[in-house]
């Protein structure tokens, strides 16, 4: 099996390299790619949903994988440890809106759905329970928008009922659906919405152990 890995931030994917893996292979658009593993291509996109997604489709283009997966930090809407492991049941576009033409709020047009499921999510929580890594289940609301303790933040979660909020994920998503390739996500909690975190100040701690427990987890995955 070839996976691949589509991370946001420099900062996320930095804990995944070793000497031997930080140089990128390619660079393409702007996209990084590396060599985790014989079968892990990683990538480092940028932050927000067109760069993921552009991301995400050229990983899928130039290197076929039949799982991609979305690694990243993400703001929790509920009071939880900073650094708290989500494994993603699916995802939400809470910034696309025409409802003004008849829709229902967050339905994304040619695929015509609102929520994006991950892929075979019983056999991601078997291999999530055999890292024995503590860890959380839940729906995550992707969009162009840092989420901070505003009115927004509490639409998001009155309308669409979350655990957290970021900026990729059903981008990806959405992109692997479109590809018929399978898409999982883990996230880790940077900071609680409602609690005015510092987000720079928790990134460390979000990121301490999260690249750590991905990789665990995609041992455990793919064992025959």
């Known amino acids: ?36 593993r014989p079968h892990i291509i990683a ?15 050229l990983l899928i283009s130039l290197y076929h994988p039949d799982l991609v997966l979305n690694a990243g930090v993400a703001g929790c809407f509920e009071n939880v440890p900073i650094g708290t492991i989500v494994l993603a049941e699916g ?20 695929v015509n759905q609102i ?5 075979d ?12 890594v503590p860890y959380r289940t839940g ?15 509490h ?12 900026m990729e994920g059903c981008a990806v998503a959405q992109v692997c659906l479109r590809n018929g390739v ?8 940077s900071d609680c919405l409602f609690e005015h975190h510092d987000f720079a100040f928790n990134f460390p701690a979000a990121m301490k152990d999260l690249n750590r427990v991905v990789m665990a987890f995609l041992t455990q995955l793919t064992k025959e």
Not at 115 to 119: G, H, I, N, S
Not at 121 to 132: N, S
Not at 155 to 166: G, M, R, V
Not at 182 to 189: R, W
């Open 155 to 166: 639409w998001i979660a009155d309308t669409f009922h979350p655990l957290l909020c970021e």
């Open 43 to 57: 990538c480092c996109c940028g932050v927000s949903k067109v760069n993921a997604a552009m991301g995400a489709q």
């Open 115 to 119: 929520q994006f499921p991950t892929a």
């Open 1 to 36: 099996m070839t996976i691949g890995l589509v991370y946001a931030m420099p900062g996320e994917i930095e804990t995944l390299l070793t000497d031997e893996t930080r140089t990128p292979i390619r660079t393409e658009a702007g996209v990084s790619f590396y060599q985790i």
């Open 91 to 110: 995802f939400v576009q809470h910034d696309v809106d025409t409802t003004a033409i008849g829709d229902p709020v967050g339905l994304v047009s040619t």
């Open 139 to 153: 729906w995550v609301a992707t969009g162009d928008w840092f989420a901070t303790d505003t009115p927004r933040s």
């Open 182 to 189: 399978k898409f999982m996500a883990i996230k880790s909690v």
């Open 121 to 132: 999510l019983p056999a991601a929580k078997a291999a999530m329970d055999a890292t024995g």
